[in-house]
């Protein structure tokens, strides 16, 4: 389905099955979208009994493109501004953010901006900052782009939105003045309780992201590092990290 935000069209999918449940909202990587995420949330719903909404941000799988490739340092900080105005307008009260990467970063900061509005925060390898790992990440994942069939692959899921999405990815990090990209100053905001879920192995990430994470909100947290894991643990192991999740929401 498509709903309006902000004069654009944003593709969702929403499952409401189950009465007086939290409602978990998935929030997808850099390259990610609805689609990506396979059955993974439907398997989050089942075991977890909870209502679940998925989205494609804008530029990504079947929402809209965007006017452009560049973006502000701050565009993370933007994306929680229409995630608000997304589960508002669909009348969703206190969600369960579940965000991967960028999406962890997004309901991080999500939770922090709205502290009244959401009832926990799920991230795994999230960004609070800017890292060489991440970089270099990054950089092979241009080199990718330029030597593999990755662009082939990612226009699957993106269409013609495929080359846009991936410059607004690749050239917003690896400019010069993101490196003062840093959302550390409003973690201490987030009130609700906190699981962050990272791979010991993350190619994009190390563990001082978590570390920092958990010092710094000041809501109940936890932490959960997967050996031999890398950067997609609900790929990778996701029944590792379900019963995470499961265990998390029990008194919700």
């Known amino acids: 389905m498509l709903i309006n935000i902000n004069g654009n069209n944003l593709f969702?999918?929403?499952?409401?099955?189950?009465?007086?449940?939290?409602?978990?909202?998935?929030?997808?990587?850099?390259?990610?979208c609805v689609e990506l995420w396979r059955d993974f949330p439907k398997k989050i719903a089942e075991s977890c009994q909870c209502n679940i909404l998925i989205y494609d941000r804008l530029g990504y799988g079947k929402s809209d493109a965007m006017p452009t490739y560049i973006r502000p340092i701050h565009y993370l900080e933007l994306e929680a501004v229409i995630l608000n105005d997304l589960v508002e307008?669909?009348?969703?009260?206190?969600?369960?953010?579940?965000?991967?990467?960028?999406?962890?970063?997004?309901?991080?900061?999500?939770?922090?901006?709205?502290?009244?509005?959401?009832?926990?925060?799920?991230?795994?390898?999230?960004?609070?900052?800017?890292?060489?790992?991440?970089?270099?990440?990054?950089?092979?994942a241009v080199e990718a782009y330029q030597t593999t069939n990755l662009a082939a692959k990612l226009q699957k899921y993106h269409g013609d939105k495929t080359q846009t999405i991936f410059k607004a990815w690749t050239e917003t990090w690896l400019r010069e003045d993101f490196r003062k990209w840093n959302i550390e100053s409003?973690?201490?905001?987030?009130?609700?309780?906190?699981?962050?879920?990272?791979?010991?192995?993350?190619?994009?990430?190390?563990?001082?992201?978590?570390?920092?994470?958990?010092?710094?909100?000041?809501?109940?947290?936890?932490?959960?590092?997967?050996?031999?894991?890398?950067?997609?643990?609900?790929?990778?192991?996701?029944?590792?990290?379900?019963?995470m999740v499961k265990k998390f929401t029990t008194n919700y």
């Open 12 to 32: 969702y999918e929403h499952q409401n099955d189950f009465e007086n449940r939290p409602t978990m909202v998935f929030l997808h990587d850099s390259l990610g």
């Open 89 to 140: 307008k669909l009348s969703i009260e206190s969600p369960i953010l579940f965000g991967h990467s960028d999406g962890g970063s997004i309901a991080l900061i999500a939770a922090a901006k709205y502290p009244n509005k959401i009832n926990g925060v799920i991230c795994e390898a999230a960004h609070i900052f800017v890292e060489d790992i991440t970089l270099n990440g990054i950089r092979k």
């Open 186 to 243: 409003l973690l201490p905001q987030i009130q609700c309780p906190l699981l962050f879920i990272q791979g010991k192995n993350d190619e994009y990430g190390t563990l001082n992201q978590v570390e920092r994470t958990i010092k710094l909100v000041h809501g109940k947290s936890q932490k959960h590092i997967l050996p031999d894991i890398g950067h997609t643990p609900h790929k990778v192991a996701p029944k590792s990290v379900i019963d």
